[in-house]
């Protein structure tokens, strides 16, 4: 199984991005999918989650607000979308899934997000 990232580019700040992830190989229904993030220099900060039982959402402080996290269950993919970006929104960010908080088992291959100012 593999998780797939995609929409990651170039934006100017104050404009808006959505990152989508798909799973690939056999059927994957990881119970919890989130985003992590790493910008150059600095630690990976959890972003985001969604626990696909009962919608519980999670929001790091840096995001909430401005960013989406949601999921399509008949397609198992899973979204953030991106609003009122930042240039310290600048980073690679990675698709992740696990069984509890913060998902960790599995990681995509990232997808880079560069904010311009």
């Known amino acids: 199984v593999q998780l797939i990232e995609s929409g990651g580019g170039l934006v100017q700040a104050g404009g808006s991005l959505r990152l989508s992830c798909t799973a690939s190989?056999?059927?994957?229904?990881?119970?919890?999918r989130g985003w992590f993030r790493q910008a150059p220099g600095k630690e990976r900060e959890y972003v985001a989650a969604?626990?696909?039982?009962?919608?519980?959402?999670y929001y790091s402080d840096s995001v909430k607000g401005r960013f989406t996290i949601s999921r399509d269950r008949s397609t198992n993919t899973v979204y953030l979308q991106m609003n009122n970006l930042k240039p310290e929104d600048t980073a690679v960010y990675y698709c992740?899934?696990?069984?509890?908080?913060?998902?960790?088992?599995?990681w995509g291959q990232g997808t880079q997000v560069t904010v311009s100012s």
């Open positions: 992740t899934g696990g069984s509890s908080l913060p998902p960790r088992d599995t």
């Open positions: 190989g056999r059927t994957y229904t990881s119970h919890i």
């Open positions: 969604i626990r696909q039982s009962n919608h519980y959402t």
